[in-house]
Structure formats: structure tokens, C-alpha cells
């Protein structure tokens, strides 16, 4: 699928000691999960935990262009990335929703259905998780943070 003519708002900012932190925001298609993960893999290059941030973004960004109005024709998402010495937090941020708040199903490890396994990955992949309502009070973020043994490079 061709990439959007949109152009993406990126933002970067490292200060000392402070973690990096990084966003960018995605026009609410399919198509822009890669990006998505794209961005992501860019701002960990360098961390062991990479696939499974990778993964896990993929995860949330489907869900945010699937049950909320990110999805919608003129509807976007972002993504944010804070990352320090051996861990990382992202945030994928969406436009909001009519139903609950996101939670894993738990679902049968032997269920054989297409959907619905999402969130029960992030849990079991993620050192932490969470969702919240946006500051801004135009939608929700769900988030997760990864931990690793290492060096001090982030």
C-alpha cells in the first residue's frame, strides 16, 4: 500500500540525562500500522527489546483504528516513544470511544477465533500497562513499558 501524502508531525527531545522521547502521528489507516512500527523500531534501534515493542505497537494501533474513531475517514492516531537505560515506554494515543475501556479477554489458548488476543499479548509481553483517558480529554492512550538488563544506553 502506497504511503499516505499526509505529512507526519514528529517530535524528538534529549536532555542530559532526561530520556529521549519521540512522537508522530499516523492517519488512521491500516495501511499506516507499518509506519507505525517503523517509527517505533527506529527510536529502539538499539534495544534488545525491539521485536517485542515492534509487536506490541502493532497491536495497539490496530485497536486504535479498529474500536475507536481514529479509524474514521479523517481519523488519526499517535504514537509515543520515551526511552532511557534499559527501559521504554510507548503510548499510542486515539480519538476515543463509545465502548469500555480496553482490557485483555483471557481468551482459550486452544480458542480458535481471528481476534481478540491483543491485549492479552501486551500483558504478557509487557513489564507494565495501562490505559487512561488523554490529558487533552479527546480520547484514550494505552501504553506499555519494557524493561531490560544491560548497559546505560537506552
Known amino acids: 500500500m502506497a504511503e499516505s501524502n499526509h505529512t507526519p508531525q514528529v517530535t524528538t527531545r534529549q536532555e542530559g540525562g532526561d530520556p529521549r522521547s519521540a512522537r508522530r502521528r ?16 527506529r527510536q529502539l534501534a538499539e534495544s534488545p527489546e525491539l521485536t ?13 483504528i479498529t474500536h475507536s474513531a481514529s479509524g474514521c475517514d479523517t ?16 503510548e499510542v494515543r486515539d480519538l476515543g470511544s463509545t465502548t469500555e475501556a480496553p482490557r ?10 481471528e481476534h481478540g488476543r491483543g491485549l492479552d499479548m501486551v500483558e504478557a509481553l509487557a513489564s507494565k ?17 519494557l524493561v531490560w538488563d544491560g548497559d546505560d544506553r537506552p
Not at 499516523?26 to 523500531?41: E, L, M, N, S, T
Not at 515492534?54 to 486504535?64: F, M, P, Q
Request: proline share 8%.
Open 129 to 145: 500497562w495501562g490505559t487512561e483517558p488523554r490529558r487533552d480529554g479527546r480520547g484514550r492512550q494505552v501504553w506499555f513499558e
Open 75 to 90: 481519523g488519526k492516531f499517535e504514537v509515543c516513544v520515551q526511552l532511557g537505560p534499559g527501559w521504554a515506554r510507548v
Open 26 to 41: 499516523f492517519p488512521g489507516q491500516p495501511g499506516q500500522i507499518a509506519y507505525a512500527r517503523r517509527f517505533v523500531a
Open 104 to 113: 485483555p479477554q483471557h481468551r482459550d489458548p486452544y480458542d480458535t477465533a
Open 52 to 64: 517485542t515493542a515492534t509487536l506490541l505497537t502493532s497491536e495497539l494501533a490496530t485497536n486504535a
